[in-house]
């Protein structure tokens, strides 16, 4: 199972299936693509069931929507500077650490996690991005490193940040996002630095620092917004419908407004 995202900036591949499975695809994939296995970064990890539900190939015009037609990967380089899993650690455990983290994600998504000192823009999509990096509060003069789940966001952050005026030569960027941080570092390290998981896109809902996923977390099954295990039993366990307490209000309100309109 998986979805494929086809565009002129890049392809992103998600795939869940057993290892040999998905091993035999990477290499369909390289040849189809003709790309050498140096230009494809791929990031596993194990799970005990199937993670995404079904297959889907699309075309697309952004394989992540920013819209802002000039942060195109294809045509030009990241402005920012990639920095290894290994060395964003080294930096944030120095005594003289002077780097600002910026998480690039949404709101849901830092809900389950993010690196302790990460700064963020409080965004519920992507879109609000580029504008968020015009209003940043964050200095200028800042050396600044930002971050995602699977360093694909950063790749257009970083120009969002260029367009806002951060030069680019204070910009970083996390090679392979948080996901590769939990791989290349061990897991003790990565909880001095990392509060919580990482929400992922597909039915495992977050990972750990070890990449388990956590069990008991669920959507909201209306407006997908991430409900750790404690929310789920406080709501009365996994077997019921589970919506967030936003959509819960609504529809308790759709309810007394269609009790009004009987009455009357
Ligand atoms: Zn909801």
């Known amino acids: 199972m998986g979805t494929i995202l086809l565009a002129v900036e890049g392809v992103n ?57 000039s942060a195109d990967p294809s045509l030009a380089p990241s402005p920012a500077q990639h920095i290894s899993p290994e060395d964003l650690h080294s930096m944030l455990t120095s005594s003289t650490s002077d780097v600002v983290l910026l998480d690039t994600r949404n709101d849901y998504e830092l809900k389950m996690g993010t690196f302790k000192s990460a700064h963020h823009f409080d965004i519920s999509t992507f879109r609000d991005f580029p504008a968020s990096a015009k209003s940043s509060p964050l200095p200028k003069s800042d050396k600044i490193v930002m971050f995602c789940t699977g360093g694909i966001r950063c790749e257009k952050a970083a120009f969002a940040m260029e367009a806002a005026g951060y030069p680019s030569s204070s910009l970083y960027q996390l090679d392979g996002g948080i996901l590769n941080y939990f791989e290349k570092v061990s897991p003790d390290a990565s909880r001095e630095t990392y509060e919580g998981g990482c929400f992922v896109f597909d039915d495992r809902v977050v990972v750990d620092v070890e990449g388990k996923t956590v069990k008991g977390v669920r959507v909201c099954f209306r407006c997908r917004w991430p409900l750790s295990g404690g929310e789920v039993e406080a709501m009365g366990g996994e077997d019921r419908v589970i919506k967030c307490e936003k959509c819960g209000e609504e529809d308790m309100l759709n309810c007394e407004g269609r009790k009004r309109k009987r009455n009357y």
Do not use: N
């Not at 591949?13 to 290892?19: D, F, K, Q, T």
């Not at 990477?26 to 003709?34: D, P």
């Not at 993670?51 to 929507?65: D, M, N």
């Open 13 to 69: 591949v998600r795939l869940s299936g057993s290892l040999s499975a998905v091993e035999e695809f990477k290499i369909i994939i390289e040849s189809v693509l003709s790309l050498p296995s140096s230009l494809v970064h791929y990031k596993d990890s194990t799970s005990s069931s199937p993670s995404l539900p079904r297959f889907l190939v699309k075309i697309k015009k952004e394989l992540i929507g920013m819209g802002m037609p």
